[in-house]
């Protein structure tokens, strides 16, 4: 719902988000009640059910209906539906804590692949305190300075020389050790906490690159992963600029990386952004390549520097056919747009 709002308007959205409720409704019977709780969110309170399999039945029903096309002003519009499923008494007691817990349960079905519903269990509470903890804990690592950076090389294929270092972060937890991103970075960007993390990394990359300023080869650049909530606090360049010279670093030393998911929300002030960084002499690539939405006109639109294809098309080659088909197209692609590649992994 999100991409339709932001790519077709909110007016668009608004006649989706009707309809949508006109489909719930006709899913129900006339004693239950149908709610738009806020945003894109819709709640179902049945009063009376025949057992688990009656709302098994009707989550798979609204599946149903909500998967199919909506026709809204001569456009074929495609959104699912993720539903979380609470029963009274056995999930709560109270309609707060029944709906905390379908909430709970929604979420599950949504990162499980959407499109789908979820019974809540006990278990999902439980990792909803376990993120709740992680969240707390990364508070407290950007406090006590628990993160560090480890620098991956990047070498230039022809000559064999270093080029590049993406800047990758790690956190070193006192009761865990050390932290794969993978682990938090999606807490981090659900709770906001990745813009102070980001503006962390941003000054310890500058301050290595100004250590490296004399001992690194000519033109060598450190990569630095920026997400799409840096760009939308809309002050990304200007914090960049800032770092660089309060590190002694020169944006020649730079290189940022976007995944095309930047692109999605707010173009026009991720590009007034990314200009301006360019404007400066850092250079833009766009990372996880292939991967994103896949409009092509961006590359052009916004001077992209470099492209790196996703791990998972380099790692098929050269035994997977489609693989290696696709990596030639991006490669060509690259020559006729005047861009590097670089092939992640
Ligand atoms: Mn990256």
Redesign the pocket.
């Known amino acids: 719902f999100k991409q339709i709002n932001d790519t077709l308007g909110h007016r668009l959205g608004d006649l989706l988000l009707i309809e949508t409720a006109r489909r719930l409704v006709n899913c129900v019977r006339e004693s239950d009640t149908v709610a738009r709780v806020g945003g894109d969110e819709f709640m179902v309170v049945l009063p009376e059910i025949h057992g688990q399999n009656h709302l098994q039945t009707l989550a798979m029903k609204i599946n149903d209906n909500i998967g199919d096309p909506f026709l809204i002003e001569g456009k074929d519009l495609f959104v699912s539906a993720s539903i979380g499923l609470t029963l009274f008494p056995d999930d709560g007691t109270t309609a707060e804590v029944l709906l905390t817990n379908a909430d709970t349960a929604m979420y599950r079905a949504k990162s499980e692949g959407k499109n789908t519903y979820r019974f809540f269990t006990p278990d999902m509470q439980q990792q909803a305190l376990d993120r709740s903890r992680v969240e707390n804990r990364l508070r407290r690592a950007l406090r006590e300075g628990e993160f560090l950076l480890y620098y991956q090389p990047v070498v230039e294929l022809s000559t064999g020389k270093l080029v590049k270092a993406?800047a990758?972060i790690r956190w070193r937890d006192p009761e865990r050790g050390l932290v794969e991103p993978i682990e938090f970075i999606p807490v981090a960007e659900d709770t906001g906490l990745i813009v102070p993390i980001g503006s962390w990394v941003l000054q310890i990359a500058a301050r290595q690159a100004a250590q490296w300023k004399d001992m690194a080869p000519e033109g060598f650049r450190i990569?630095i992963?920026l997400s799409a909530p840096q760009f939308q606090r809309g002050d990304c360049a200007a914090l960049l600029s800032d770092i660089l010279e309060a590190e002694g670093a020169a944006p020649e030393q730079l290189a940022v990386?976007i995944?095309e998911s930047v692109f999605i929300s707010d173009k026009g002030e991720a590009r007034r952004q990314l200009m301006e960084m360019k404007s400066l002499g850092v250079q833009v690539?766009i990372?996880?390549f292939g991967t994103g939405f896949s409009s092509l006109s961006y590359l052009k639109h916004f001077s992209i520097d470099t492209l790196?294809i996703d791990q998972i098309f380099v790692s098929g080659i050269p035994d997977d056919e489609e693989d290696v088909a696709l990596i030639e197209a991006i490669i060509s692609m690259s020559r006729a747009l005047d861009l590097d590649v670089i092939a992640?992994g």
């Open positions: 993406e990758l990569g992963n990386e995944t690539a990372d996880d790196k992640e």
